[in-house]
């Protein structure tokens, strides 16, 4: 096996807005195993990032420990790239959005680098609104270190030893709405038509996106009576709606069943157009969306696509009012104004 990819590119691949072609969006070839949902996962993101016509250079990428976490490496090359500590990511990107506001937060973490080692650090990234997408890619167990269970296992679940976990799952996506985030979907690393879009919203969304993505682990936690298998996902996946993501400069050319769509529009006037397939269920109303997550809990389904969004969402640049140039390109005399502005400052706050 060679980890040397060709850089042959028939001439003829389609290019995107910039030129292009879909390989410029890849990363270093992939060492996770075969099969691992996290791959087909890295596929989309490269999908989601040519079509959008994202420039490379403008994304930073961001994750903790986990092979999850080692994922930033196999999409993007030209990126910016921070493999930060275990449960750490929130942290790392909170600093680095607040530097540079200019670039799309890319933060990748698993359910064990968020749901235990790392919740004390996503919850807060949650409550500040830290404009980023904060993909999990949600396996139910620690793939790196051998499968043990980790905070997202299901009650009852078993693992590939055999042994049966006793606790109740955190639900990462609930516990995201409940602390107030403002763009919360789900999604299956098997279902890439659905993901692509999604991501796509989620990069476009103007302040903290929560993508929970359930991405079965082939070695450790795909046997029967794991509720993270790729056949117990596939057998239990209730599907809210399905998105089609279009961006601003797109003129829109589908034609939509009425009544069963409902079209968002994003801060930077790109629009979500959501088919929806339950119609007790309003994206944009938090209780509704708590709702259909409790019932379909109860109900033992796996709901996926975009549960919540607030299209009033004010990142946390908005809420700390933070100037619009990036810290990181103001200059001396702006930072340090001198003895007399700082005299000034003092008395103000006598
Ligand atoms: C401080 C610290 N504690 C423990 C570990 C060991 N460790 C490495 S990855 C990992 C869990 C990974 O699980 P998850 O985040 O779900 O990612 P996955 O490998 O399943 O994608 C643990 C406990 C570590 N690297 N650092
Ligand atoms: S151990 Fe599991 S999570 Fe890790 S690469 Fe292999 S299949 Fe993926």
């Known amino acids: 096996m060679t980890y040397v990819r060709s850089t042959f590119r028939h001439p003829a691949l389609p290019k995107n ?16 195993c075969a099969g691992c949902g996290h791959d087909s996962i890295n596929a989309s993101i490269v999908d989601a990032c040519w079509e959008l016509n994202i420039e490379p250079h ?36 909170t600093g680095a959005n607040l530097a540079n506001r200019e670039l799309i937060y890319f933060g990748v973490s698993g359910d064990g680098d968020t749901a235990s080692i790392g919740m004390g650090q ?4 949650v409550r500040r609104n830290l404009n980023m997408v904060y993909l999990v890619m949600n396996n139910g167990c620690y793939g790196l270190t051998k499968g043990q269970d980790s905070a997202t296992a299901d009650v009852g679940s078993k693992n590939k030893s055999g042994h049966e976990n006793l606790f109740e799952a955190i639900d990462l996506a609930g516990l995201a709405i409940e602390l107030g985030a403002t763009f919360v979907a789900q999604s299956f690393s098997g279902d890439k038509e659905q993901l692509t879009p999604l991501l796509k919203a989620a ?20 046997n029967a009576g794991s509720t993270k298998s790729y056949d117990y996902v596939r057998e239990h996946v209730e599907v809210l709606g399905t998105v089609d993501f279009v961006p601003i400069s797109k003129e829109i050319l589908a034609t939509y069943e009425s009544g069963s769509i409902k079209d968002l529009t994003m801060h930077d006037g790109s629009t979500i157009h959501l088919h929806k397939l339950q119609k007790d269920w ?5 209780m509704s969306a708590v709702r259909a997550i409790h019932t379909a809990r109860d109900k033992g389904e796996i709901l996926t696509g975009l549960l919540y969004i607030d299209g009033s969402s004010q990142d946390l640049h908005s809420l700390l009012a933070t100037t619009d140039i990036p810290l990181n390109t103001l200059g001396k005399d702006v930072l340090c104004p001198g003895s007399d502005a700082l005299a000034k400052l003092n008395d103000s706050l006598r």
């Open 58 to 93: 403008k994304v930073a990428k961001l994750s903790g420990i986990g092979c999850s976490s080692k994922s930033p490496a196999y999409f993007l090359a030209n990126s910016h790239g921070f493999n930060s500590v275990h449960g750490r990511m929130p942290s790392v990107a």
């Open 203 to 222: 990069m476009k969304h103007s302040g903290f996106a929560l993508l929970n993505v359930i991405s079965p682990c082939v070695t450790f936690n795909n």
């Open 282 to 286: 309003d994206p944009t109303d938090r």
């Open 17 to 32: 807005e910039l030129g292009y072609t879909v390989d410029h969006y890849e990363g270093s070839l992939s060492t996770l």
């Open 122 to 125: 996503f919850v807060h990234v």
